[in-house]
């Protein structure tokens, strides 16, 4: 699998090659793009493969959500973050695109529990690959 995004103009390609499957090499390629600091492309990527709009990302959160580490808005259709350092945090992000992911005319139908769920899988995947090569 080859992830590209772009770094200060450059277009920079990451290649996982792994035995794994490839969702799990597609799944590990998101968190590594987040952990890399490129946020936007791992959303972008996550949009494409499931045929939903790239969710926006924002630094700051909404006044009731002040406490916690992420949320996401489905009106305005932003992941919202504490602080930068969240931007690269591949749970954060993975949760938050869960509940845009299961958003459907601005209702909710995701948990909690499911959100972490996914964003489990992701960085287990990546854990896998990583402790293969």
């Known amino acids: 699998m080859v992830l590209r995004y772009k770094d200060n103009g450059q277009i920079i390609e990451i290649v996982i090659h792994v035995l794994m499957s490839n969702k799990e090499s597609f799944e590990a390629g998101i968190v590594y793009l987040i952990l890399s600091k490129n946020p936007e492309e791992a959303l972008k990527s996550l949009a494409e493969f499931f045929h939903v709009e790239t969710p926006r990302l924002s630094v700051g959160m909404p006044k009731r ?15 919202f973050v504490s602080n930068r350092d969240n931007l690269y945090n591949p749970f954060v992000i993975l949760h938050e695109f869960y509940h845009h992911l299961r958003t459907h005319n601005a209702k909710h139908l995701g948990t909690e529990k499911y959100a972490n769920r996914f ?3 992701y960085i287990e995947a990546y854990k896998k690959t990583a402790s293969s090569i």
């Open 119 to 121: 964003a489990e899988k």
């Open 65 to 79: 959500h002040m406490k916690d580490a992420g949320c996401y808005v489905s009106i305005k259709k932003t992941i």
